[in-house]
């Protein structure tokens, strides 16, 4: 009985943070995305694809984002090419919240929670947006490669970090368990 309490009291945890982050990062894309007259990104997206593009500069190439006019995504291009859209779905942010909620469900005490959630949710966030730069230098490179790197090799990597993260806060910093 002990054992169903625990798996119970996880899942409560785990479904109850991640749906009041949904709600709230729901709440934040209402107020903050524009496509009634024009469209306009949130900031969290524009964020990423500025600093995305500022990777792919930094690695030596000719490159801008623009502001699509015809959806809720960024442009980038290189040489005056379009190569990749940055859309909400790729500023990481639903792969943080997923990572917060598995952190809480397994959290015991508040500050080492809260630290590793700043740190990880931190470290996602800059290795996406060095992920996305990447990515769009490899699509220019090699156009013929596109599944492979956009819908396998590029998830694989952020999801692979994710666990990586998980498992080191089961194995040393979660002491619930």
């Not at 005056?80 to 469900?105: D, H, Q, T, W, Y």
């Not at 397994?106 to 931190?122: C, W």
Request: hydrophobic share 50%; charged share 15%; glycine share 4%.
């Amino acid at each position: 009985m002990q054992n169903n309490k625990i798996v119970i009291f996880f899942l409560i945890k785990f479904f109850g943070t991640y749906a009041l982050l949904f709600l709230l990062y729901s709440f934040f894309l209402s107020k903050n995305q524009n496509t009634i007259d024009v469209f306009e990104c949130d900031s969290i997206t524009e964020h990423v694809a500025k600093k995305s593009n500022f990777v792919i500069r930094i690695l030596g190439y000719n490159s801008e984002i623009i502001q699509s006019t015809n959806e809720l995504s960024y442009q980038v291009i290189i040489d005056n090419k379009p190569i990749a859209r940055v859309i909400e779905g790729c500023n990481a942010m639903s792969i943080i919240i997923l990572f917060i909620s598995f952190i809480v469900a397994f959290s015991k005490r508040f500050k080492p929670t809260l630290v590793f959630i700043l740190v990880g949710s931190l470290l996602i966030y800059f290795i996406n947006i060095f992920r996305i730069g990447v990515i769009t230098i490899a699509l220019y490179k090699f156009p013929q490669h596109q599944y492979l790197l956009h819908d396998i090799l590029f998830p694989a990597l952020i999801y692979g970090f994710t666990f990586l993260l998980w498992i080191l806060w089961v194995s040393k910093f979660s002491k619930q368990y």
